[in-house]
């Protein structure tokens, strides 16, 4: 189940945490320029969580995976948003070991909804974004099973809540395709109070009316968010099999065109 732990930062005014948000979501290009200012290592320990040995609830990849084959801990490039560290922990579910060696690939909307790569973007579906990278990576699991990211607090488009997407990989096989979930609360307050996340359409989809949301009965999308001083920390606890792929990207489709990344043979790019 998702925790958001509130501190002195949110018993300020709300003026002063709508201040704090803005300067939140402009922090990736300012982090650019100040030394240190994201010199945490990206898998650095943070609390520790109580493993649960069970396998995280598998599902759809949607039309928007490709592997722009980019082994990076900051997928942001630069787009604005509230900061978010993304952590996952990747345990065998058999017997709660870490899987060192294990490729996370993630993929998730910028801040106002849209996902790189593809055409039909947007509350029109008018904006293409064909050729794009942002919000896309990869990252191999330590040997504490750890592997993390740096991006933005994930946008939301119609029809779906906030999520982001990610495969596990153990020895090149596909072994389990999931979404990660996060408070809708902390979502709706961010959506309203930074600009970068401002649109006139309506938000009409949450946890409680996602049919993906709602399918994961055992809430093991849902991930554990904790403010820090200058970024949000969101971490998952993945529980995967290294001999049975729960992974259901067989029967999707593509609703959209492939994606086509300069430099990369179409050949070589993994569309789902």
Not at 46 to 63: K, Q, V
Not at 78 to 86: A, C, D, N
Not at 111 to 126: E, I, L, M, T, V
Request: with cysteine; hydrophobic share 40%; net charge neutral.
């Amino acid at each position: 189940m998702s925790s958001f732990e509130k501190s002195s930062w949110f018993e300020e005014s709300p003026l002063s945490r709508r201040a704090a948000l803005t300067a939140l979501a402009s922090a990736p290009a300012v982090a650019a320029s100040v030394p240190g200012a994201f010199a945490q290592t990206p898998s650095a320990p943070t609390a520790a969580l109580t493993p649960a040995c069970i396998l995280t609830p598998a599902a759809i990849p949607g039309p928007f995976y490709f592997d722009p084959k980019l082994q990076r801990a900051d997928i942001t490039e630069g787009h604005p948003g509230v900061p978010l560290r993304l952590r996952f922990v990747v345990l065998d579910a058999a017997n709660c070991t870490p899987v060192s060696g294990a490729r996370v690939d993630i993929w998730h909307t910028r801040a106002d909804g849209y996902y790189s790569g593809y055409p039909g973007q947007g509350d029109k579906h008018n904006v293409d974004t064909s050729g794009g990278t942002f919000m896309r990576g990869t990252q191999i699991a330590d040997a504490r099973g750890e592997a993390a990211f740096r991006s933005v607090y994930p946008g939301w488009y119609d029809g779906r809540t906030v999520h982001v997407h990610f495969k596990i990989f153990i020895d090149d096989k596909n072994m389990l395709t999931g979404q990660m979930y996060f408070p809708d609360a902390l979502s709706q307050y961010i959506f309203a109070n930074v600009g970068a996340y401002s649109r006139k359409a309506v938000r009409n989809t949450f946890n409680t009316n996602d049919e993906f949301a709602l399918s994961d009965t055992t809430h093991g999308g849902f991930c554990d968010i904790r403010e820090q001083a200058d970024h949000y920390l969101a971490t998952l606890v993945v529980g995967v099999s290294r001999t049975v792929a729960t992974a259901l990207d067989e029967k999707p489709t593509p609703a959209l065109p492939r994606a086509i990344v300069p430099g990369i043979a179409p050949a070589k790019q993994r569309n789902s």
